[in-house]
């Protein structure tokens, strides 16, 4: 089964500033999705950006960039110029290729919880 | 419109209670899902409809039950329920497709969420 972890359960980033947070996991397909998610205090389960693993080239929205290493099984995401409204509990998620195995096939990180300080 | 809606917000109920959560969607998605959230945890996955077909995870009590009656509703009938079963209960929803993959077919969207409280 695929795991997720993140290991920073929280960190904290000046306004304006940039902050990178972390996320390994583990798999043995070749092909599959990963996603970060953002999940402010009002609850809300929002996507901030997704990667496909066949595709080399890292995927970009914005100020919110990842940094997707496939041999490491590494994908970070870096934030830049930081905002207050960017403070909110960030999971890492990873989804299978394989359609026929939903129980197992979207699986989350712990979170990172991200304070913006003024 | 990416948008799934979930009613009601808050919800107590008493464990000899019968409710239900209603989770709907007009995004054309195919596979609906259900989540539950403790506080300061990860979403744990508890049913996927696909294609009008449930896939279960074996680790969900019975008191739980899904019901989908078309492709853009999603209800999860609860009975009997215990205290530690209070927590957010989110709704999911995404495109997919006939062949494995396609450019954003994957992505999950969310709802805001039930707060359940169980007495």
């Known amino acids: 089964a695929q795991t997720v972890t993140q290991s920073q359960p929280e960190m904290s980033v000046q306004e304006a500033e940039t902050v990178t947070l972390s996320c390994t996991y583990d798999?043995?397909?070749?092909?599959?999705?990963l996603f970060w998610y953002k999940q402010p205090p009002s609850r809300q389960m929002i996507l901030v950006i997704r990667q496909e693993a066949y595709k080399q080239q890292n995927a970009t929205e914005n100020r919110f960039s990842v940094n997707f290493q496939k041999a490491a099984k590494s994908f970070s995401l870096k934030i830049s110029d930081s905002q207050l409204g960017d403070a909110a509990m960030y999971f890492c998620?990873?989804?299978?290729?394989?359609?026929?195995?939903?129980?197992?096939?979207?699986?989350f990180g712990p979170g990172t919880r991200l304070s913006v300080l003024p | 419109d990416t948008e799934v809606t979930q009613t009601p917000k808050h919800l107590v109920m008493g464990m000899t209670n019968k409710k239900s959560l209603k989770c709907e969607q007009h995004?054309?998605?195919?596979?609906m899902y259900w989540y539950k959230q403790k506080a300061k945890k990860p979403p744990e996955l508890m049913f996927v409809y696909s294609y009008e077909k449930l896939s279960i995870n074996e680790s969900v009590p019975s008191r739980f039950s899904p019901e989908c009656p078309n492709s853009s509703l999603l209800n999860l009938h609860l009975h009997a329920l215990q205290p530690e079963d209070s927590a957010l209960y989110l709704c999911?929803?995404?495109?997919?497709?006939?062949?494995?993959?396609?450019?954003?077919?994957?992505?999950?969207?969310f709802g805001p969420g039930t707060r359940l409280t169980v007495l």
């Open positions: 995004m054309g998605h195919r596979a």
């Open positions: 999911a929803s995404s495109q997919e497709g006939r062949l494995a993959g396609g450019p954003g077919t994957d992505t999950q969207y």
């Open positions: 798999t043995s397909e070749s092909d599959y999705y």
């Open positions: 998620a990873y989804r299978s290729v394989n359609l026929n195995n939903y129980g197992q096939n979207f699986v």
